[in-house]
Every structure is written in C-alpha cells, then in structure tokens.
C-alpha cells in the first residue's frame, strides 16, 4: 500500500516511449509532414496572405453533435489499438492541462556539476538580479515564487560564466518559464541578430512556447522574436534579424541550411525541450544534431526533458558538453490517496442507472473510461440525451478538437470528460477527484486484465496529495474475473459499493 502510484503510471508511460524508440518502427506523424519542406518564396513571387513573413515582431507587440434519440448500445468491438497519439500530441495535452505550477515539495537532484562551481539556489525571482521589465512580465503572468526546478535551476543558467544544462522535470513544474526568463536575460538588444534559438518537436509546441517568452518579455519592447514553424516564410535573399527564434527542426533546417536566411554562428543560448518528445519522433534527432554542428562554442546549451531515460541521457550527453545535470523527483503518492470500489450490475440498462447515479456526486471533475471508442461515443451521446453536460475525447478528433476539448474540461464547461484508453495518459487535472472504469480495461486480444491501462487510469485521480475515487464497473462473472485479477497483481482490494444508496453516494464528495 505504500507503492508510488503515480510514479509507477509515470515510469510505465516512458517504458511505453523507450519501446517505440527501441524498435525503430514509428510511424511519420502529422507533425512530421508538417515539417517537409516548403518552397520558400522567389523574387518577384507574391505569397498568401496568411504566409507573408510577418514584420519584425516585438515581444511585447500585438502580433460531437448533440446527441438525438437514444441510441442502441453498440456491437462489442475490437479494443482502441486503432487509435494513435504521438509524442508531440501528448506532450502538447499535458501542457493544455497545466494551469499553472505544480507546487512540488519534493527536492531537486543534483546528478552531475562541477564541484569547482558549487551552484546555488534563489528563494525569490528579485534575487536573480533581474531586469525590473522582466520581473514586471513574471509577475503579471502569475507567478510570485520560483519552482522547486527554478530555485535551482535559474541561478546556474544566469550565471557567469554561462554553464550547460540538462534539467529534468515532469510538465507543469515550470521548465519552459525557467529557460524563457534565462534566455531573454541574455539578449543584448542593441544587437540585431539572432542570439537565442529553442526547438520544439512539433509545431504546436514551438508556437505555445512563442506564447510564453512573449508574455514573459512584454515589457522588453527593445527584444524581439519569431516563429519558424510550417507556415512561416523568408522571401530569397532576406536574412532573419530577430534577437530569439523558435521553431520547429526541420523549418530550422532548412533556413539555415537550404536557404541560409538564418545565421547561428551569432547564438548565445540553445535550447532544446522536450527532448524525450524529439527521440520519438523519427528525424527530429538527426534534424536536432546537424542544427547543433553549427552553433558557436561559445554558446549556452539547454536541454529539457519529461522523461530520464537511457535514451534521453545518452542524446544529451552527446551533444552538450559538461552539463549540470538536475532531476525534479516526482510527487510521492500512495495508494491511501485513492478510494477504489466497484459497482455490480446484472444488464446493460442497469449499468447506465449506475453510471447515471454516479454521475450526480459532488466531485469536481471526473474521468470515465471506455474501452472502445463505440462505447465511449454511445455514453457520450446517452448522457447528453439526458440532459447531461459531457466531453468527449476519442482518437477521431483532430489534435486541435482534442485542445478544444481538453481546455473546456480543464476550465469546467464540462464536468465530465470521457475517453478510451490511449488519449488519456499524462492527462493531470487538479479538480479530478472520481474516475469511473465503464469498461474494465483488458488485455488487446485476450481475456486477462490489463493491469497497466488500469493503474493508468485510476492514476488521473489522487494527484498531488489530494484523495480521489475509482469506481469499476462490474457487468458479469468476466468482469469480477477481471477486477480479481487486477486485485492480484496490485495487492489490494476493491470495495463494493451500493449505487442505488444515495447516501453513500454523496459521501464521495466529501473529501
């Protein structure tokens, strides 16, 4: 009962990513096509107004129907194999779900620094010796005290002379604001080229990330800042000026090596985030190191990361010399954060009554799981024909439908999000305090439990030290083989609960 749940879900999901790396089978992504080559615009050639090279832009400048009838529950179908999520995609919804700042009270590890330079730590941002037009942008973003990986991490980026780093913290903890604040504290305006570089793995990412050092400098109206991204243009013979470019690799690539319009001979700072992301993602780790052959040695190398493992490691050491290297340690959550019962029923009817009564505790927000995207859509569409206010998150949407979603569930237009295995995983939402298993998940082809989904699932609740709540759902004598099986494996037991007793219904809601 003392196990890490949440660390054992996070460490599955990256033994999840080192196989997909390790059999060098994955798939050209959306992402990937994004980052073909594009024909850059000849002279004389007019562009789309959506593509024009936009001007020099200033940091702090302006720049499921409803458903009808009811209808009948589906055909038993096959599990959600068929359905995919990338690297970027995820890493992209777990940053969606982030509000704010995990407050971690957990300590930085120190893995490697140079005992010569003892590095320190800051309690408060003034204490960095900051630009005051800086200190004003963090503040209005929201933030008052550094992170747990900021205190750390923050002074030895600062420091002079500039020092490497390969930082290691799970989203929400604060990397992109740690190596944003250090990057524009680096910029010397007066100089009119490019000083700082970040890459991102897809393009979604680079232009939140644009989003960040821009609010974060809003009030360094003399730094400037671009996007290279699908999409971005630089007419044939013009040379890209702004002091900071983020982009993606390929786009990076290609101006700097197809069409020359990108000097990094002048780069102070180099960043590279999400780095388990980029390993992932078949090309990105070549792109990554043709772009890391032209840098300057003088230049400042960052490398960040979600994930700490040998593949993580070994592509960081090989492209950045004597880092220090750091680890936030993950939250420690036990199984005692999570009330795990099940709910017995005899029909399909009687296990929607459930559903239905369930659905009315008290609970901030709540995750239901199906184990076929049929069923996830039949419970979508049976819900909101009773009136009820439901999101649903299946591999059908696009990755933008997937933000859309994902940002009304973490803002509370709706209280419930339901969704099939794959998508789910990494998703973090403070208010989750109930997940419902609709289907008890199992192995692809096979009777046997799958006990890795299922410790997936319910670790979307009890976060953070919060308790949270994990009813299965019991259809038959194959379902309670099931939850035994799951039992089993993790040593512990799962409660009946009374569904039709209201009282203790409620009683769910009160922690």
Request: proline letters at 4%.
């Amino acid at each position: 009962m003392g196990d890490d749940w949440a660390k054992a879900a996070e460490d599955q999901e990256t033994k999840d990513l080192v196989t997909k790396v390790d059999d060098l089978k994955i798939k050209k992504n959306e992402e990937e096509k994004k980052e073909e080559p594009e024909r850059e615009s000849q002279p004389g050639e007019s562009q789309p107004a959506e593509s024009q090279p936009a001007e020099s832009q200033r940091v702090g400048g302006e720049s499921q129907p409803e458903g009808g009838e009811s209808q009948p529950l589906p055909e038993p179908a096959a599990d959600t194999s068929d359905e995919s999520v990338t690297a970027g995609e995820l890493s992209m919804m777990r940053k969606v779900m982030r509000k704010g700042i995990i407050q971690s009270k957990n300590k930085v590890e120190i893995l490697r620094s140079d005992p010569k330079n003892p590095l320190h730590s800051v309690k408060s941002f003034e204490a960095l010796d900051l630009r005051k037009e800086l200190l004003k942008g963090i503040y209005e973003m929201g933030f008052r005290l550094p992170s747990k990986i900021q205190e750390i991490s923050l002074p030895t980026l600062l420091a002079e002379p500039a020092m490497n780093m390969i930082a290691q913290s799970q989203s929400g903890t604060g990397k992109t604001a740690a190596f944003s604040l250090a990057m524009l504290s680096r910029i010397d305006p007066s100089k009119k080229y490019p000083q700082g570089l970040i890459l991102s793995p897809t393009m979604e990412l680079a232009l939140q990330t644009v989003e960040c050092v821009k609010m974060m400098g809003k009030y360094c109206t003399d730094i400037t800042v671009r996007s290279a991204v699908k999409g971005d243009m630089v007419a044939r013979g013009q040379i890209v000026r702004e002091h900071i470019v983020i982009g993606t690799p390929g786009k990076v690539v290609d101006w700097v090596l197809k069409y020359r319009c990108l000097d990094l001979r002048t780069l102070k700072v180099f960043v590279l985030d999400e780095a388990d992301v980029m390993i992932a993602t078949q090309g990105h780790q070549d792109q990554s190191v043709r772009i890391h052959k032209q840098l300057p040695e003088t230049c400042q190398m960052m490398l960040f990361s979600a994930t700490y493992d040998d593949e993580v490691v070994n592509f960081a050491h090989a492209i950045i010399k004597n880092p220090v290297t750091l680890r936030l340690r993950r939250e420690e959550e036990t199984l005692e954060n999570i009330r795990q019962m099940y709910v017995e029923c005899n029909s399909e009817e009687e296990k929607y009554r459930a559903i239905s009564n369930i659905f009315s505790i008290p609970v901030g927000s709540a995750m239901f799981f199906c184990h076929t995207k049929a069923n996830a859509v039949w419970l979508s569409n049976r819900l909101k024909d009773d009136g009820n206010r439901v999101a649903l998150l299946t591999g059908d949407l696009t990755p933008d439908e997937r933000v859309q979603v994902l940002m009304r569930f973490r803002e509370g237009a709706e209280r419930v999000l339901i969704c099939t295995n794959v998508l789910a995983r990494g998703i973090d939402v403070d208010s989750v305090n109930l997940v419902v298993n609709y289907d008890l998940p199992r192995l692809h082809g096979t009777s046997r439990a799958d006990c890795d989904t299922y410790l997936h699932r319910i670790g979307r609740t009890g976060r953070f030290g919060k308790t949270g709540n994990a009813i299965n759902i019991v259809d038959g004598m194959s379902d309670l083989r099931l939850m035994r099986e799951i039992e089993n494996h993790f040593n512990i037991k799962i409660i009946k609960l009374d569904y039709s007793n209201i009282d203790e219904i409620d009683k769910l809601g009160e922690d």
